[in-house]
């Protein structure tokens, strides 16, 4: 007998699933619907995209070992395209490496094969309540400093005239770095909060992300003004906002 909770389910979730595997497309469809959930299915990594493009789904399911386009290029695609759904790996390959590797690349969560529908409905949960959580921050969030602009709603900053797109990783973190300005935040706080995790085997996909983020919002990534590194601990946003204009 399927568990059904309907009370922790968003409200009208539409969930993609991009699976080759007949049979298992087949059953966590199913399954996750009787869950409450709205699903659609792709067999290819090709046919993915189009849908992926065309129904905006609020959670992608997405099978690395894909034909035509794997699941690989499926993520960095959707980071090429700046398209914003989270994004849920399947994978029968447990290895931190691998874990580490589809996580900078953008993806929300990794569940390794084979994997209860207990879990998986529970992961999909907590990426959905962290996602509405951060939308709802974003709303109206824009933040005046010292030569930047920080458009939360927009995923953007503009520096010097230039403005960049951020990564909804990205977005997340310098938000919680700006709301604990002047006060560290460590690298695990970062995973706990925006990844969802409280360890991971290492903390460089914290500092990579860090790293991108500083090309964008500073004029010397080498020295930077706004997001300084406190070694052996974490991060810490410097800058005091301006006066908003009115």
Not at 34 to 45: I, L, N, W
Not at 108 to 136: C, M, N, Q, W
Not at 213 to 242: C, M
Request: hydrophobic share 40%; with cysteine.
């Amino acid at each position: 007998m399927i568990s059904r909770s309907m009370k922790e389910t968003p409200l009208h979730a539409h969930i993609l699933l991009i699976e080759d595997e007949r049979d298992m497309r087949e059953g966590l469809a199913l399954n996750l619907r009787a869950e409450g959930f709205e699903v659609d299915t792709a067999a290819d990594g090709e046919q993915g995209l189009e849908k992926l493009r065309d129904s905006t789904p609020d959670l992608l399911v997405l099978d690395l070992m894909l034909p035509k386009v794997d699941g690989h290029e499926v993520l960095a695609r959707i980071r090429e395209e700046h398209l914003r759904v989270p994004v849920i790996v399947l994978s029968a390959r447990g290895g931190s490496t691998d874990k580490v590797a589809c996580l900078e690349a953008g993806a929300d969560d990794y569940v390794t094969k084979p994997f209860g529908l207990d879990e998986l409905t529970a992961r999909i949960r907590a990426v959905l309540r962290r996602v509405a959580a951060s939308d709802a921050h974003e709303a109206g969030a824009v933040h005046h400093f010292p030569d930047l602009v920080v458009d939360f709603r927009r995923f953007t900053v503009a520096r010097g005239g230039q403005e960049y797109q951020l990564s909804r990783f990205e977005s997340e973190i310098l938000r919680m770095l700006v709301d604990r300005r002047g006060t560290v935040v460590t690298r695990k706080d970062l995973l706990t909060e925006v990844w969802g995790y409280t360890h991971l085997p290492n903390t460089r996909t914290v500092d990579n992300h860090i790293a991108r983020l500083r090309k964008k919002i500073e004029a010397n990534p080498d020295r930077p003004q706004h997001v300084v590194t406190v070694h052996g601990i974490g991060y810490r946003f410097e800058s005091e906002p301006l006066e908003e204009p009115a």
